[in-house]
């Protein structure tokens, strides 16, 4: 599986930003797709998650403020943020596993306040 992600940039405290993944390869195995960030300094850190069955989850600092989704053909993975906070600021990278854990490249975010 390979993994392309895009649509990070610079937004203003308050603003919205989505970041897409794309996967490609060998995907009909992947049942669960991500989201990470790491902030300078910080350590890699869960931020939401989408299972093939449609169970989402997230991390309690973006609860009610990001949405994780996928399109129809369950190859692409997205993640809305809104009501950005400087303290989002971090490299976003997607993530997804089937049986093996695979890693996208990062997207910078920054947040200015």
């Known amino acids: 599986v390979q993994l392309q992600a895009s649509g990070g940039g610079l937004v203003q405290a308050g603003g919205s930003l989505r970041l897409s993944c794309a996967a490609s390869?060998?995907?009909?195995?992947?049942?669960?797709m991500g989201w990470y960030r790491q902030a300078p300094g910080k350590e890699r850190e869960f931020v939401a998650f989408?299972?093939?069955?449609?169970?989402?989850n997230y991390a309690d600092s973006v609860k009610g403020r990001f949405t994780i989704s996928t399109n129809n053909a369950k190859n692409t993975v997205y993640l809305q943020m809104t009501s950005l906070k400087p303290e989002d600021t971090a490299v976003y990278y997607c993530?997804?596993?089937?049986?093996?854990?695979?890693w996208g490249q990062g997207t910078q975010v920054t947040v200015s306040s």
């Open positions: 989408i299972t093939s069955g449609g169970i989402t």
């Open positions: 390869g060998s995907i009909f195995s992947i049942n669960y």
């Open positions: 993530a997804v596993a089937d049986g093996a854990f695979t």
